[in-house]
């Protein structure tokens, strides 16, 4: 063992007893290399960050930019940082007009206990909806409304006054009511095993949250920034949240998150008292520029795109014998398998092949699909090569 994979080891406080323990060199496009110099393909974008692959050279230009001018220089929301004004502004011209103000903040959880709190503040009212198998982070207002309880029972008590319904599934619409705050869910579930929701349905909890006064918060803290083959995944189901959190892909691999709502929900936040959430770090100037030039990046080559194109690819290649179902849109796909001991197998087998893999924190049969968007096609078909030699390879 080298120095830094002793102190790894042995000194980072870890998150389970057996991490992927590859010691890191370098990364650059939709490839990251080992210290043994071995090259893997990177087909989950480290969850749904890498976007643009690592590295993207315009990402790189806007750091050492940011870098020569200036790093931190005062908390959030006091003064004028060109990168974070303006990355507002972008996210803003992106948006429908209800939704003109981001609230910058350093990670995807952040952004959820801000949205929770924004909807409480907003509404006066306490009463959270949520849904089973939902993923919305792990502090403890995120953890009270994910739906998963051998994550949650370590931790009660947690927020009051949540109640959890099942996704896709009408018996919410009735408990929608004037007591409300707020109903917070993924559009597609992520680490619930990529489920997306109905068309339907979601119109209809849009109209029960408009009718009982409650604020509708999308968490596309994974499904955003045009992984799906929208800029954002409400956009194609035509059904705008009061409040959409943001995170991961943002920040073109730097950390960044964001709350994103109307001026008027979020007067909230400046007023009874003023400053009543504020935060050190978030909207970092170095954060800012990168997520400006990613943004930008996905705008101009049309990335959405590309990933209706990479799902078309990876299901035409993969509905084979073994593969029960590939679920998901654009490139924020689930291949589901026969049992857990396949799912092991097969993403085994594929990183021996230099291809990473891996599955989402509630499904064990699931193997995510997530590359980069930037991924070019034989980098793409190579993959989908690997991936189906591992499928035949345990099914033979
Ligand atoms: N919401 C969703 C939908 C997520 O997928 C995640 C992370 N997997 C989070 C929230 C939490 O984000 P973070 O890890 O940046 O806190």
Not at 33 to 41: I, L
Not at 170 to 189: C, F, R, Y
Request: glycine share 10%; proline share 5%; with cysteine.
């Amino acid at each position: 063992m080298n120095t830094s994979e002793k102190a790894f080891y042995r000194h980072l406080a870890l998150t389970s007893d057996a991490p992927m323990g590859i010691s890191i060199s370098h990364a650059e496009g939709p490839f990251f290399y080992s210290t043994e110099n071995k090259r893997y393909t990177d087909f989950i974008s480290g969850i749904a960050v890498s976007t643009l692959g690592h590295r993207h050279p315009a990402v790189v230009e806007a750091l050492r930019e940011q870098l020569d001018k200036h790093l931190h220089v005062m908390v959030y929301g006091e003064f004028i940082q060109k990168p974070q004004a303006e990355f507002a502004g972008l996210i803003a011209s992106v948006m429908p007009d209800s939704l003109d103000r981001v609230y910058f903040v350093n990670s995807g959880t952040e952004a959820n206990e801000g949205a929770l709190k924004l909807a409480k503040k907003h509404t006066g009212r306490t009463k959270l909806i949520a849904f089973r198998d939902s993923y919305h982070g792990d502090t403890h207002g995120s953890l009270s409304v994910t739906g998963r309880d051998v994550y949650r029972d370590p931790y009660l008590p947690l927020l009051p006054d949540v109640s959890f319904f099942d996704f896709n599934d009408d018996a919410v619409l009735s408990a929608i009511d004037n007591k409300t705050a707020a109903v917070i869910m993924e559009p597609i579930q992520g680490e619930g095993g990529i489920i997306p929701s109905d068309p339907e349905w979601l119109k209809s909890v849009r109209e029960a949250c408009t009718k009982a006064g409650a604020c509708l918060i999308f968490d596309e803290i994974q499904s955003g920034f045009g992984r799906t083959g929208d800029l954002f995944a409400f956009m194609g189901y035509g059904v705008t949240p009061d409040i959409l959190t943001i995170a991961k892909a943002m920040g073109g691999g730097m950390p960044i998150g964001g709350i994103v709502s109307s001026s008027q929900i979020f007067e909230s936040f400046m007023y009874n008292p003023p400053l009543n959430h504020v935060t050190t770090f978030g909207g970092h100037p170095m954060s800012c520029a990168s997520g400006y030039a990613a943004l930008k990046y996905t705008l101009e080559h049309n990335l959405p795109e590309r990933a209706h194109y990479i799902e078309k690819k990876i299901r035409a290649g993969l509905s084979i014998e073994g593969v029960s179902e590939i679920r998901g849109k654009g490139a924020m796909l689930g291949m589901v398998l026969e049992s857990f001991d396949m799912t092991k197998d097969v993403v085994g087998n594929c990183l021996e092949n230099g291809l990473l893999l891996g599955w989402t924190l509630h499904s064990n049969t699931l193997v995510r699909l997530a590359p980069p968007l930037i991924i070019d096609d034989d980098v793409l078909d190579e993959a989908i090569e690997i991936i189906a030699r591992a499928v035949r390879a345990y099914h033979k």
